[in-house]
C-alpha cells in the first residue's frame, strides 16, 4: 500500500479557534480527497482536489492541493462543536483510493 | 450519490468460524472496495472487488482468508474466514460512483 502521513494524530481546540490538519506522501499525487468521519459514523466525502496549487473553499473548510502535488492541507476557521471527528486524506493511486493515518478533531464548547 | 447497505450491522462470532458481509448499492457503480478499520485508526484497504472477475488484494491479504464475490455491478460480498481474535474489526464496503467514495455503514465483527 501506499504511505501517507497525516499530522497532527490529535487537535483539541476551544470552539471558535482555528484547525489544520496536513497530508503528505512521498510520490507526486495525481488526485487527493478528504474524508470526514463522526465518532461511531462512516467516513463521508468531502472534497477532491486534482490540480496543483489548487485551492477549494466549502463554508469555513478550506482545502489546498500543494504546487508539487505531494501535500495537502484542511484548515477549519472557527470550528464549531459540530466539526467534532476524524478527518482523513487519501491518496488516488492505481484506481484505489489510501488513506492517510487521520487527525481527529475534538472541539470544546 | 450511492447509498449503500451492509448486513449484518454486527456480529460477534467464534474463533474458527467465518462471517460472509453483504454490501448493496442502490445504483450501478463500476468500482467497488472492502476496508478495515479497526477503532480509532485508519481505513485499511483490503481488495478491490471486481465484477465478473477475481478480486485484486492489497498486500498482506490472501484470497483464501477473505474470499470476495461481485456478481454484479452493486452487489458484493466479503468473508472472513476461519477468524481469529485479531480478525476483530470494522469492515467497510466502499463504492465509487461519479469520482466520490461513498462508504457503507460498516460490520462490526467481534471474534471470541
Known amino acids: 500500500g501506499q504511505q501517507v502521513m497525516q499530522i497532527p494524530q490529535y487537535q483539541h481546540v476551544q470552539e471558535g479557534e482555528d484547525f489544520t490538519t496536513y497530508c503528505n506522501s512521498s510520490?507526486?499525487?495525481?488526485?487527493i480527497q478528504w474524508y470526514k468521519q463522526r465518532p461511531g459514523g462512516h467516513p463521508v466525502f468531502l472534497i477532491q482536489l486534482v490540480k496543483s496549487g489548487e485551492v477549494k473553499k466549502q463554508k469555513r473548510l478550506t482545502f489546498q492541493f500543494g504546487e508539487a502535488k505531494k501535500n495537502s492541507s484542511l484548515h477549519i476557521t472557527a470550528t464549531q462543536t459540530t466539526d467534532v471527528g476524524t478527518y482523513f486524506c487519501?491518496?488516488?493511486?492505481?484506481?484505489?483510493?489510501?488513506f492517510g493515518s487521520g487527525t481527529k478533531l475534538n472541539v470544546k464548547p | 450519490s450511492a447509498v449503500i447497505s451492509q448486513k449484518p450491522s454486527r456480529d460477534i462470532c467464534q474463533r474458527g468460524t467465518s462471517l460472509t458481509i453483504q454490501c448493496q448499492v442502490d445504483s450501478q457503480v463500476t468500482m467497488m472496495f472492502w476496508y478495515r478499520q479497526q477503532p480509532g485508526q485508519s481505513l485499511t484497504l483490503i481488495a478491490t472487488?471486481?465484477?465478473?472477475?477475481?478480486?485484486?488484494?492489497e498486500s498482506g491479504f490472501v484470497i483464501d482468508k477473505f474470499p470476495i464475490s461481485r456478481p454484479n455491478l452493486t452487489f458484493s460480498t466479503l468473508t472472513v474466514s476461519n477468524m481469529s481474535p485479531e480478525d476483530s474489526s470494522i469492515y467497510l464496503c466502499?463504492?465509487?460512483?461519479?469520482?466520490?467514495?461513498?462508504f457503507g455503514p460498516g460490520t462490526r465483527l467481534t471474534v471470541l
Open positions: 510520490t507526486t499525487l495525481s488526485n
Open positions: 472487488a471486481n465484477q465478473g472477475s477475481e478480486a485484486t488484494y
Open positions: 487519501a491518496l488516488y493511486n492505481f484506481n484505489k483510493f489510501y
Open positions: 466502499s463504492a465509487r460512483h461519479r469520482n466520490e467514495q461513498f
